[in-house]
C-alpha cells in the first residue's frame, strides 16, 4: 500500500470532520454565539485575559498541546497493524477528540475562563475536585517516569543527540534574559539557537569524540557499570539522574529564564518537523510494508489500543490546555470552534506521520514482524523505530540518514523534555495545593513540593523492573499513563455533558465518546491490574499494582459519579453556584 | 509574494511569542503589586519610613491600583483612605 495514499485518506477524513461534523457540533449542540462577551473581553487584564487572533491562539494552543506523545503511541500501537491504529486515529480524532477538546473550550468560556478543576468542583461538588487532583497528580507522576527513561533511552541509543539537547539549555538562558532584561525580539535569536543546535548535531554525528556515548566508556554492552548493574543499566540510571536534578532546577527557576525561551525554539522544531516528514514523504514516495493487521499478537489490541494511543486520538491534557490558557484568550465564543477542533486534528496529523514514519520503515513485512515481535518489544523499541523511520523520510530530502536520525532524535528528545519539565513544574503546583488544602505548611515550600515531586518520580523509573531491565519501569506504565489521560478526559466529557444536559441539549456527541472511553478504560485496567500485576496475575508487581488499583477505584467512581449527575443528583449544588 | 511571506512570518512570531509576553506581563505585574505594597503599606498597619514621600506618588499609580483590587475580587477600593471608585 502506498503511504501518501494513506496520508491523503487520512487528511481528507480531518478535513470532512472539521468541515461537517464540528459545524453540525458547533451550530446545533454547543449553540456558539459570536455576540457572547468571551472572558478575554470581559476580564481583560492584558495578562492571562487577551483577547487574540483565532489563528495565532490556534497555533499556540497546538504547540501547547504537541509533544513526544501523539508520536510515542503510534509508534508503538502499529504493533496491532497499521489498520487497527490508522483507523483509531482518524476516527478518534474526528469523533472524540475533536469534540472533547472543542467542549472543554466552550465550556470553560462560558464559565468564566475557569479550569476544568474547578469547574468539576462547581458541577460535582468538592468530591469532583479531589478526583480531579488525584488523576492529574497520578497522570503527571508517569509522564515524569515514562519521558525521564524515554530520553534516557534516546540518549543511549543516539549519542550524537547528547551535546545539542545540552547546548540548548544555556542558549535558552541567554536568550530568556535578552528578552526579559534587554526587551529584545525572540525570533531570531532563537532561530539562531536552533542553527547552533542543528550544526552542533552534523558535527556530532560526524565526529564520534563528540558522541557521549556512556555505554561505550564503561566498556560496551558487556562492560561492568556502576553499583553491580550492567552498562547499559548503569547509562540508564546515569541519565535519569541527571535528568532529575535537570528537572529539579528548570521546574524551580521562574519560567520566562528557561522554560519559555526553550519552548521558543522548540516551537520552531516542530514547525521544521512537520515540514521535513510530510514533504520527505512526498519525495520519498514509500510502500508501507507492515502488515495491516496482526492476527499472532501476544496481547489483544482490544482494548490496548485506545489506551496506547492516546494523544493523538484523544487525550484528557488537551482539556487542560483548552480551558487554562486558551479560553481566556478567545476574541469570539465562535473562534473555539477553529481553536479547538482543528487544534485536536493538528495533534491527528502529527500521530498520522508518526504512524507512517514507522510503518515504512521496514523493506520487507518479515523484518517489521521481526522487530515487533511483541508487545513487549513493541513498546521498548517504538520510539527508536520512529526514530529511524523519520530519518528515512527526512532522507528523501537529500539529509544524510546518521545526520537525519541525530536531527530526529534532538526533536522527539526535545519534545519530551518540555512535557517533562512542565509536567515537573505542574505536579509541584498541586503538591502545594494539596498542603494549602490539608494545612500542611512544609509542602507549600517550592523545594519541599519539587523534591516530593522529584523523589516521587525517580522512585516510579527506578522501583519497578521493566520488560528493559533496571530504569524501564516508565515503559511498564505506558498502559496506565494512557488509562489515565483517558480517565481525564472522560471526565471533561462528563462535564461537558451536564452543562449541555443543564442547558436542555441533546448530549448523545459527548456521553457516547465518555462511554466508549470509560469502558475500554476500564476494561484495560481490569486485565492490566487484576490479572497481570496482582499477586495470583502472570506478573506481579505490588508497585504498579497499587497504582493501577488507586486509578481503577476512580474510573468506577467517576462512572458512578457520572450516573448521579446526569440522574439530576447535583442539580441543586449547580443552582446554588448559578445564583452565587 | 513577498508581502505574503513577510505576513506569515509575522503570524509566526506571534504565535511564538504569545506565552512569552504573557509571562513577561505576569513578571512585570507582580513587580508592581509589590511596589504597591510598598507604597501602601502604612495603611495596612506596616510602618513605612518614607512615607510622605510616597503620598507624592499616589496621584501617578491610582489607575494601577484600581486594577489591583478589581483583579483581586473586589469591586470597591479596600482602602478608605483611597477612593478611586
Redesign the interface.
Known sequence: MNAILVAIAGIAVFALGYRYYSKFVAERIFRLDPNYVTPAHKYN????F?P??K???W??HF??VAGAAPILGPAIAVYWGWGPAFLWVILGTVLAAGVHDFGTLALSVRNKGQSIGTIAEKFIGKRGKILFLFIILTLLLMVNAVFAWVIANLFISYPASVIPVFIQIPLAILIGYS??KRNM???IP?LIALAIMYGAAILAAEVPVLQIDLVQYMGGEDGAGIFGLGAVSSAFFIWIMILLIYVYFASTL???KLL??R??IN??QL?VGLLILYAGLLFTNPEITAPITNPDADVSWLPLLFITIACGAISGFHGLVSSG?SSK?LDKETDARFVGYFGAVGEGILALISIIAVVTLFNSTADFNAAYGSFADASAGGLNNFVEGAALLAGGLGIAPHIATTIVAIIVVSFAATSLDTSVRLMRYIVSEIGVEYNINALTNKHVATTITVGASAALVLLPEGPQGFGSGGYLIWPLFGTSNQLLAGISLLLISIWLKKRGINYAVTLIPMIFLMFMTLYAMFTQVFLEWSWFGNDSNTLLFVLGSIIFVFAVWIIVTAIQALSGKFDDELKKHDEQ | MLESVKKLIRYYEEVLEMPHRTEVARELRDEDDLFLLLLYSEMIGIPNPVYYYTLELYPHIIEDFHDWHLRMGMEKSPLTGIRCC
Do not use: C, E, I, R
Request: aromatic content about 12%.
Open positions: 487584564d492584558g495578562v492571562d487577551v487574540t487572533n489563528f495565532v491562539l497555533g499556540h504547540s501547547s528578552a526579559y525580539k525572540m525570533l532563537s521562574p519560567v520566562w519559555q525561551p519552548d521558543f516551537s520552531h514547525s490558557t484568550q
